[in-house]
């Protein structure tokens, strides 16, 4: 079935159950591994720019108080290649049943089936409710069960909704997604409760007072190699050990559609010219690249002297070219400034045949969002980004907290 047809097939009116009770505990983290695609090798830009899109119009409906119903046709093309994936080892019911899901923060339903099939145990619940969820570059449909989910060894939800796919598409090699974005961005996922929204993982663990703080946190590592363990998520807290010097609390934006996400306000600069005025963006695990709105992108094309290549989707510069890159500063309305360096905007050279590049080619890690600033959604710090920075997604405070590690300045690359 080609993505277009399941996406027209299964496009259904569809909402949302209930909302969590804060309490009080503990903290506790969950090792993730890093997994490249290696297969269905398509352009990396292009699917983060259909992601980008998608997670645009989405926003901007929900914060006019529009009805999302058709718009996830705009993802209906063929997009699989996600490059990077952060994927945790999720137990589900009882006996459990170990699935290895995308860790999202873009999405907020946790779902299973488009590997590994659902498995039924003595804590499984049907309750007869449909579900679908797009993501631009892909989408899932089933049916949702309620059912035990445990997260690492001591974080169990007793009574999880969770979706069990029975058709999806663009999650070749993954099992489906562990949904971490805001509660907000499960309405209309369910078909039978339009006007409600699911509790995420993050909410019930909350909720139950297994965690003390309504957070969740997340460590990523720049390496050069494939399915390593080099990641992790801390519900309920954030891991000193994981950052240098203190978290810097962005306040979560008020500017639509960003505010719909882990939006925050910043300004970016390539070396001491700015390219991009104060505006709104998002922190988001769904995106490889880090994306800019298109004249913020022009000018820094302009400003490396790169070329794009039509393989990659990616711009393309010389070593030489390399030698005088300048450093990327993303600085936001209370002062707070977090570099990204030469080496931290180029594509792992080891890893250019993951994404259809040429052995030896330097190809940068800045892409072009596909709309002009000005929109309220004008870059997404992706992956790309979050492998040289800790960060801290607080539905509490309603605040991301960003915080420089030891991979900041590293030389991966």
Do not use: C
Request: charged residues 10%.
């Amino acid at each position: 079935m080609s993505p277009a047809t399941f996406l027209v097939t299964f496009i259904l009116a569809l909402s949302v159950t209930a909302t969590p009770v804060p309490t009080i505990l503990s903290s506790h983290t969950l090792p993730i591994s890093r997994r490249l695609n290696l297969t269905n090798v398509h352009n990396l830009a292009r699917h983060d720019q259909t992601r980008a899109k998608h997670l645009k119009v989405r926003g901007t409906a929900r914060a006019t108080g529009l009805h999302v119903r058709g718009d996830p046709i705009i993802g209906a093309e063929e997009v699989e290649n996600q490059g990077i994936a952060y994927v945790a080892s999720v137990n589900i019911g009882s006996p459990p049943t170990s699935y290895n899901l995308i860790v999202d923060t873009g999405s907020s339903n946790t779902w299973v089936g488009a590997g590994k099939g659902y498995v039924q145990t003595s804590t499984s619940f049907e309750t007869d409710t449909h579900v679908y969820v797009p993501y631009g570059s892909g989408a899932f449909y089933g049916m949702e069960y309620i059912d035990q989910v445990s997260v690492a060894s001591a974080l169990v939800v007793q009574n999880q909704s969770i979706g069990v796919a029975s058709a999806s598409v663009g999650f070749s090699g993954f099992d489906g997604i562990l949904g971490i974005g805001p509660v907000d961005l499960t309405l209309q996922s369910l078909n039978s409760y339009p006007n409600n929204l699911v509790p995420t993982v993050t909410d019930n663990l909350f909720g139950t007072g297994t965690i003390s703080e309504h957070s969740i946190a997340v460590s990523f590592e720049p390496i050069t190699i494939d399915d390593e363990m080099n990641g992790e998520i801390t519900w309920g807290g954030a891991n000193s050990s994981k950052y240098i010097g203190n978290l810097s609390l962005l306040p979560i934006t008020t500017t639509s559609p960003a505010s719909q996400y882990w939006g925050i306000d910043q300004s970016i600069s390539y070396g001491g010219t700015t390219i991009l005025s104060s505006t709104a963006g998002i922190v988001d695990t769904g995106t490889t690249l880090v994306l800019i709105a298109s004249d913020a992108y022009a000018a820094y094309t302009t400003a490396t002297g790169a070329v794009l290549d039509k393989t990659t989707g990616l711009l393309l510069i010389t070593k030489t070219q390399f030698s005088n890159v300048k450093s990327l500063f993303f600085r936001t309305p209370s002062g707070s400034t977090f570099e990204l360096t030469a080496n931290a905007q180029i594509w792992p050279l080891a890893l250019n045949s993951v994404i259809g590049g040429t052995s030896g080619n330097v190809y940068l890690i800045v892409g072009n969002l596909g709309t002009p600033s000005g929109e309220g959604f004008d870059f997404i710090l992706g992956l790309a980004f979050l492998e040289r920075f800790y960060a801290v997604f607080d539905t509490g405070s309603q605040t991301v907290g960003l915080a420089n590690t030891t991979f900041t300045y590293a030389t991966t690359n």
